[in-house]
Structure formats: C-alpha cells, structure tokens
C-alpha cells in the first residue's frame, strides 16, 4: 500500500541542486581608441543609466579638431582664390579679346597694303600670325575658365558650403568631434560595476572595457535532466532556494525551456556517431522567473540554487491517482 501511495505522489514535482542565479550582463566599449584619463567608478558599485564610467585622454582628439578646423579655414581660402582666379581668367578673356579685334583689323589693312605693293608679303604673313596667336591665346583662356569653373562645382556663383570637397571637411571636422564626445564612456543601463579600467589603460575601440551586471533583472537557469522534464511546461510554478540563505524560499514560474541541451552549445560539442559511445543523460537549461518578492535578501549572479518545478501531472495505479 505504501508502495503505491509512494508510486502516485511521485512524478509531480521535479528538482535540480544544479541551478544558479543569472542576471543579464552587458560589455561596456569604448567608440574611440585611447589611454585612460580618468575612472570615475569603483568596482562592485551601483550606476545609474548615463552615469560617466571612465573617460579617455581628450587631448589627441582636440588636436585632430584643430587640424580639420585647418583643413576646413583651407578649402574656404582655396574657394575664393579660385572665385578670383575664374574672375581674372574673365579679364583676361576680355582683353585678349580686344587684342585679337584689333589684329584682325591690322590684318586686314595688311592685305590692303600688299594688294597694292605698298609693303612686303612677310609683313602681311606676320600680321596674319599675330591674329592667329590671338585667337589660340582666347581658346586656351576659355579652356582654363571652364576648367576653373569645373573645379568651383560648375559655376562660379556656386556657394562654397554646397561644395563637395567644402561638405568633405565639414564631415570631418564633426567626425572628430563626435570622437571627441565619445571620450567619454557611459552606462547604457543601470547595474553594478564590475572590472572597472584602470588609470593609463590603453583601450582599442570596440574592445571591452568593463562589464556592468545590470540591475533588477534576475533569474533562475535550472539545469535539468532530460528525463525530468516530460511534463515541465512554461507557466507552471516553481519554489527557488538559495545555498547562501538556507530557510528563504522564493517562488516563480518556468518561462522558457532551451531549445538545445547545454551540450548542443559547447565550444566542440559531442560527436556521437561512432561505434564506441557512452549514453550521457542530456541536461537542458529551463529559465525561471522570479516573482517579486518583499522582504528578500539581495540575489547576485552566480549564487547557487535549488529549484522544484510543480508539473501538476498525476500518476495513475488501476484508475486511482492523488
């Protein structure tokens, strides 16, 4: 009899000793390259979201703005040199111009003159070629003007800051000021500081800097045998206890089940299709989630837990169950 009151209580509720505390982790980076300048938080401290954790040395990023802001007083120079260069091609257009009108017109009296040999056909030759210098002289102004005028962006009335080499430098000139800004190094969420840097750290960009454990988001990854999870299902209550506070029971709820087991997620997971194996049973990660609770002793990532699962399933020996 007791055998089989035994038999049916059994199966309904499911424990693991192998579960711990987890809470979300987030890798703080720096945008820019540079030496740590200076530390603004100790380790294990709390932050709030958008505190300043640490800065980096500002001072080779002051000296790249100053030489975009160079760079940029430049092409503004540049600019107009050329605004008064198109100008002075203009001038000269126009006086090259008259010279060549001029020269036609003594060519022509030339002609005149060695019609009625009056002077020499070498004379005339000579004022033929000084109307054709001039008009070679005009062609390669004009060439130069509209190459001038290419450089301007196409015409000389076109304002410098729509000018792509001009919107160049003005990208720049932010890039390094948006580095600048970057600088400084803030927390993206609130949580406790862990691994902080230290003081003449050289730090590359995108590597991680530090580490915060973020706040108020805990949980409970119970890793439990495959062959204890047949009837556990998301939603069903859980009881949570703590190795570091024995007699403090907590209560949650399964919130999800991992869809590999832990072994599926290994650096090289096992390879099991050859001939000589050894049956492992599996374990697979089941999330639980924490009601709030008052009056609880503080949680922190890592701490090692109890957890049983509530399946509500029921036996049944010859149409009985309990």
């Given at each position: 009899m007791g055998v089989g009151v035994a038999y049916l209580k059994g199966g309904r509720f499911v424990q693991t000793d192998n579960a711990y505390v987890k809470a979300e982790k987030v890798a703080i980076s720096a945008e820019v390259a540079g030496r740590v300048h200076e530390v603004l938080v100790q380790e294990n401290k709390t932050v709030k979201a958008g505190q300043a954790l640490f800065r980096l040395d500002p001072e080779p990023f002051h000296v790249a703005i100053a030489r975009a802001e160079a760079r940029l007083a430049q092409v503004r120079t540049d600019f107009a040199a050329l605004k008064a260069s198109y100008r002075a091609k203009q001038a000269e257009i126009t006086l090259a111009t008259t010279r060549h009108t001029f020269a036609k017109r003594d060519q022509q009296r030339q002609a005149d003159l060695v019609a009625k040999n009056f002077i020499s056909a070498a004379r005339f030759e000579e004022s033929q070629q000084t109307a054709d210098l001039a008009v070679q002289q005009i062609t390669a102004l004009e060439q130069d003007l509209h190459r001038i005028a290419e450089t301007l962006g196409g015409s000389v009335d076109t304002p410098v800051e729509s000018h792509p080499t001009y919107r160049t430098a003005v990208a720049e000139?932010?890039?390094?000021?948006?580095?600048?800004?970057?600088?400084?190094?803030r927390a993206s969420l609130a949580g406790n500081v862990n691994k902080p840097p230290r003081l003449g750290q050289f730090i590359t960009a995108g590597s991680v800097a530090m580490a915060l454990v973020v706040s108020g988001d805990l949980w409970i990854e119970a890793n439990y045998t495959e062959t204890d999870l047949t009837y556990v299902q998301p939603g069903q209550p859980a009881v949570v206890r703590i190795d570091t506070y024995p007699g403090v029971t907590w209560h949650g709820t399964v919130d999800s089940l991992s869809p590999a087991t832990s072994a599926e997620f290994a650096v090289i997971p096992a390879q099991n299709a050859t001939g000589n194996w050894v049956k492992i049973t599996q374990r697979v990660p089941v999330r639980i989630r924490l009601d709030?609770?008052?009056?609880?002793?503080?949680?922190?990532a890592g701490l090692s837990a109890v957890v049983e699962i509530d399946t509500g399933h029921r036996r049944r020996l010859f149409g009985f169950a309990l």
């Amino acid at each position: 009899m007791g055998v089989g009151v035994a038999y049916l209580k059994g199966g309904r509720f499911v424990q693991t000793d192998n579960a711990y505390v987890k809470a979300e982790k987030v890798a703080i980076s720096a945008e820019v390259a540079g030496r740590v300048h200076e530390v603004l938080v100790q380790e294990n401290k709390t932050v709030k979201a958008g505190q300043a954790l640490f800065r980096l040395d500002p001072e080779p990023f002051h000296v790249a703005i100053a030489r975009a802001e160079a760079r940029l007083a430049q092409v503004r120079t540049d600019f107009a040199a050329l605004k008064a260069s198109y100008r002075a091609k203009q001038a000269e257009i126009t006086l090259a111009t008259t010279r060549h009108t001029f020269a036609k017109r003594d060519q022509q009296r030339q002609a005149d003159l060695v019609a009625k040999n009056f002077i020499s056909a070498a004379r005339f030759e000579e004022s033929q070629q000084t109307a054709d210098l001039a008009v070679q002289q005009i062609t390669a102004l004009e060439q130069d003007l509209h190459r001038i005028a290419e450089t301007l962006g196409g015409s000389v009335d076109t304002p410098v800051e729509s000018h792509p080499t001009y919107r160049t430098a003005v990208a720049e000139l932010n890039k390094v000021k948006l580095d600048l800004a970057h600088t400084e190094v803030r927390a993206s969420l609130a949580g406790n500081v862990n691994k902080p840097p230290r003081l003449g750290q050289f730090i590359t960009a995108g590597s991680v800097a530090m580490a915060l454990v973020v706040s108020g988001d805990l949980w409970i990854e119970a890793n439990y045998t495959e062959t204890d999870l047949t009837y556990v299902q998301p939603g069903q209550p859980a009881v949570v206890r703590i190795d570091t506070y024995p007699g403090v029971t907590w209560h949650g709820t399964v919130d999800s089940l991992s869809p590999a087991t832990s072994a599926e997620f290994a650096v090289i997971p096992a390879q099991n299709a050859t001939g000589n194996w050894v049956k492992i049973t599996q374990r697979v990660p089941v999330r639980i989630r924490l009601d709030a609770e008052p009056n609880t002793p503080p949680l922190r990532a890592g701490l090692s837990a109890v957890v049983e699962i509530d399946t509500g399933h029921r036996r049944r020996l010859f149409g009985f169950a309990l």
